[in-house]
C-alpha cells in the first residue's frame, strides 16, 4: 500500500458522515448468499520479520461467520513445498461426509480440517 493509496482511500471515505453504514452485516443476507473473503494476493508468507518468515496467514476467529468462503495465500508447508490456496467454507455439520467424500472434490481439494465449530 502506497501513500497515495492510503490518501485516496481515506479521502473516498470521509465525505461518509456516519461510518457505520459501510459496514453490511453478512448474517442480513438472503439466505443461500454467499460472500467470498480473497486474501490470495497478499503475500504476507513472502516477507522476513526478522524472525523468519511466516508459515501461514490466518484470521483468527472463534465464531463460523455462515455464509463466507476465506480464501488464504498460498504458503510453504513444514518440508518447503507449496501447499497452494487454502479455502473455508462454512458447511452443515450434518453435510461434511458428502462433502469431503464428494469424487469431485476429491480430484481438485484436501480436506485439511475445521477450523471452527459453532458449539
Keep these: 500500500v502506497s501513500e497515495k493509496t492510503l490518501d485516496d482511500t481515506v479521502a473516498r471515505f470521509a465525505v461518509v458522515r456516519d461510518k457505520s453504514s459501510l459496514d453490511v452485516p453478512l448474517d442480513s443476507l438472503p439466505p443461500m448468499s ?6 490470495r494476493n497478499f503475500r504476507l508468507c513472502d516477507n ?9 496467514y490466518r484470521n483468527i476467529t472463534d465464531t463460523v461467520v455462515e455464509n463466507m468462503i476465506v480464501m488464504y495465500p498460498p504458503h510453504k508447508g513444514n518440508a518447503g513445498k507449496d501447499q497452494g490456496v487454502e479455502v473455508v467454507l462454512p458447511f452443515e455439520k450434518q453435510f461434511v461426509d458428502l462433502l469431503i467424500n464428494d469424487p469431485i ?10 477450523d471452527v465449530e459453532d458449539p
Excluded: L, V
Aim: proline share 4%.
Design 48 to 56: 522476513d520479520f526478522g524472525i523468519g518468515q511466516p508459515m501461514a
Design 105 to 114: 472434490m476429491k480430484e481438485y481439494f484436501e480436506f485439511r480440517g475445521i
Design 34 to 39: 454467499f460472500t467470498t473473503t480473497d486474501w
